[in-house]
Nanobody
Framework: QVQLVESGGGLVQAGGSLRLSCAAS????????MAWFRQCPGKEREFLAA?????????YYEDSVKGRFTISKDSAKNTVDLQMNMLKPEDTAVYYC?????????????????WGQGTQVTVSS
C-alpha cells in the first residue's frame, strides 16, 4: 500500500509563492504517474498538474495554472513537488497529491489510486 503525505501549505498573500511537497512511501512505490489536484468546498476535485514517473517525466497542466505552477519529481527520494507562483485568491483550496498505477487519463481524478490527506492553501487578497 502507498502512503502519500503532503506538506508546504499555508497562508500567502496574492502574488506570492508556495511550494508543496508530497512524500510517498510503501513497499513497492512505482507509479505510472503522479499528480496534484485541489478542491474547494462544494466543488469537485480539480486537476492541476501531472508528471510521468518514468520515461522522461512528461508533464501535463490545467490551462489556468500553466506558467504559474510547475510540477517536479525526485525519483530517488520518492517526492513530487508543486511550485506555485503568482498565487491568486481563487487558488485557495485544499491541495492533494495523487498516484496512478495505470494508464487512465491524467486529467481525471478517477484514474488515480492513492491520495494524500491534503494540505490547505489560503491566498489572501
Amino acid at each position: 500500500q502507498v502512503q502519500l503525505v503532503e506538506s508546504g501549505g499555508g497562508l500567502v498573500q496574492a502574488g506570492g509563492s508556495l511550494r508543496l511537497s508530497c512524500a510517498a512511501s510503501g513497499r513497492t512505490f512505482s507509479p505510472y504517474r503522479m499528480a496534484w489536484f485541489r478542491q474547494c468546498p462544494g466543488k469537485e476535485r480539480e486537476f492541476l498538474a501531472a508528471i510521468r514517473w518514468t520515461f522522461g517525466g512528461s508533464t501535463y497542466y490545467e490551462d489556468s495554472v500553466k506558467g504559474r505552477f510547475t510540477i517536479s519529481k525526485d525519483s530517488a527520494k520518492n517526492t513530487v513537488d508543486l511550485q506555485m507562483n503568482m498565487l491568486k485568491p481563487e487558488d485557495t483550496a485544499v491541495y492533494y497529491c495523487a498516484a496512478a498505477r495505470g494508464f487512465a487519463s491524467a486529467f481525471d481524478a478517477r484514474g488515480y489510486d492513492d491520495w494524500g490527506q491534503g494540505t490547505q492553501v489560503t491566498v489572501s487578497s
